[in-house]
């Protein structure tokens, strides 16, 4: 037999085992997203993740990373923060840390963790200002919101978050921005502008969990002091 057929049959049998784990690594970031996010198997999803079949189709980096909101959805704190710890660590993409510190300013102005959240988004403003893209200052404009909004209780982004859901084509989101145009109105103290976002949040976020939260804001203002969305 001629070598060449023998270099071919090879490059066959690579392509055909490279399909193969294609295939079962799609299969099986399919049935882990359906475990963590619609059965909301938590402990079964992260024990999985550090398994064999595990490491064998996601590096160390996409495991602690898919870590953090099983983390979250458990309200294990200290998981997720030790989780960004350890990402802080490692050699990331410049997109991994983007993401990275985009979660930091999320989670730690959810948890009222004003000056961790504060030096995320510090980090996200210093990326944002390495390479012009639009969609980087989405990010960045974002976060900067939620510092100003959750953490100064600067409520002069109202206009911009009421715009913002406006503009807004998905339920979820135009939900969480007329809830952050509320808040802005709340620091205000514009009961009026209050109500009318807080229904309009209401109307797009009612079949969420945030649905009861939103409800209780309507009865007493003042609960929109201490939740974060």
Request: proline share 0%.
């Amino acid at each position: 037999m001629p070598n060449w057929y023998i270099y071919v049959a090879i490059a066959v049998i690579f392509f055909l085992i490279f399909i193969l784990f294609s295939q079962l690594k799609k299969k099986f970031i399919k049935d882990m997203s359906k475990m963590l996010y619609a059965d909301q198997n938590v402990d079964t999803y992260l024990q999985r993740l550090d398994n064999i079949e595990g490491k064998i189709f996601l590096n160390k980096k996409v495991r602690l990373f898919r870590k953090i909101d099983a983390y979250a959805m458990k309200n294990d704190n200290d998981g997720v923060v030790n989780t960004f710890k350890e990402l802080e660590t490692l050699k990331l993409s410049f997109g991994q840390e983007v993401s990275l510190y985009e979660k930091e300013v999320s989670f730690y102005v959810n948890k009222n963790m004003h000056e961790q959240a504060k030096v995320a988004n510090e980090k996200v403003q210093e990326l944002s200002k390495k390479v012009e893209i639009e969609d980087l200052q989405k990010i960045a404009n974002n976060c900067n919101a939620l510092i100003e909004i959750y953490v100064n209780k600067n409520g002069s982004l109202a206009t911009q978050m009421a715009k913002a859901g406006d503009e807004a084509n998905i339920d979820t989101v135009k939900g969480t921005y007329y809830y952050r145009a509320a808040k802005c109105y709340y620091y205000r103290n514009d009961s009026k502008m209050i109500d009318k976002y807080l229904n309009k949040a209401y109307d797009n976020l009612r079949k969420t969990s945030w649905g009861s939260i939103i409800s209780d804001c309507i009865s007493d203002h003042s609960k929109l002091e201490n939740n974060s969305l």
